[in-house]
């Protein structure tokens, strides 16, 4: 059964690790209904954040020719000759400007980061967040319709831009709940850039983001693992990684024509759902 658990785990995390809404609040609400009964008591803090290794191998499949910074064609090296002359300009500030968005988010989630879940890591704090974070997508989404866009380009995103977003990372840090790619896409759309444009560097910032967060928590666990609780991270992150390639793919065809005010939309009606939940006791 534990088996079973850990598929469905990773559906839910392919699902909405890339959708706006949530995937650590998700998980933590599965975790209420369904919990593992052959682990130890500290693996799930563990398990749900290091199955998202699933989702990364995901973007890193479908963006990889967009993502990887060695390069073999003269002329877009930083020069002619040497070392340097393989590292792509334009992709290598990409990855700059993506590890200045990770810094906010890194310092505060690395001091703070057992206080964080002490405090906020309940149903109760999910739920307001997916409320609160669901109104803000309808309003700004309201807001943005009809206005034209700063940034249309990955390429053309400022470290000023990736500094702001990261802040905005940064609430999903601390309040699970809140969707790190639904707080970095408002904080991408409030500084004009495009919705297709703020899903993509969304994608690329969870990649170094859910490697260091997925190491700290593997080094916090240890190496003490049981068969069945490696068998188990393993289907996680398999499924989270077949399920997020299509769920990439989806999204990225869905804003052409779509905005994100339904997944506004679904997070409120989420929210009060788990609110009401919470209040019978349900959840807890």
């Known amino acids: 059964m ?52 699933g ?50 988010a890194a310092v505060i989630g690395l001091l703070f980061d057992e ?3 002490e405090l906020f890591y309940n149903p109760t704090c999910v739920a ?9 997508f309808i309003v700004i989404e309201n807001w943005h319709k009809g206005r034209k866009s700063r940034i249309n380009s990955i390429l053309s995103i400022t470290y000023k831009d990736a500094l702001i977003i ?21 904080g991408a ?4 850039i495009s919705r297709k444009v703020s899903a993509e560097f969304t994608f690329y910032l969870a990649v170094p983001v859910m490697f260091g967060a997925s190491l700290l928590k593997v080094m916090k666990f240890g190496l003490g693992f049981t068969g069945t609780e490696i ?3 393993l289907l996680g992150m398999i499924t989270a990684f077949v399920v997020s390639v299509f769920i990439i793919k989806f999204l990225m065809n869905y804003i052409k024509k779509h905005d994100f005010k339904v997944f506004g939309k679904y997070r409120i009606v ?11 006791g349900v959840l807890k």
């Open 231 to 233: 068998i188990a991270l």
């Open 128 to 136: 307001i967040a997916l409320i609160v974070f669901g109104i803000a």
């Open 55 to 104: 989702a990364i191998l995901a973007v890193v499949l479908i963006y990889f020719k967009d993502i990887w910074p060695f390069t073999n064609k003269k002329g877009k090296g930083f020069s002619n000759h040497g070392l340097l002359s393989h590292l792509d300009r334009n992709i290598t500030n990409l990855w700059g400007k993506i590890l200045v968005a990770c810094i906010p």
């Open 2 to 53: 534990d088996f079973i658990k850990a598929i469905i785990f990773g559906i839910v995390e392919g699902i909405t690790e890339w959708l706006p809404v949530s995937s650590t609040g998700h998980l933590i609400l599965l975790e209420s209904f369904m919990k593992f009964k052959n682990v130890s008591e500290n693996f799930f803090d563990m398990f749900d954040v290091v199955i998202q290794l």
């Open 270 to 280: 989420l929210g009060i759902i788990v609110l009401i939940l919470g209040v019978f």
């Open 189 to 192: 759309l409030l500084i004009g």
């Open 115 to 117: 206080k964080f879940e």
């Open 166 to 186: 990261g802040g905005f990372q940064l609430l999903a840090a601390i309040f699970p709940g809140v969707s790190r790619s639904g707080a970095t896409i408002i």
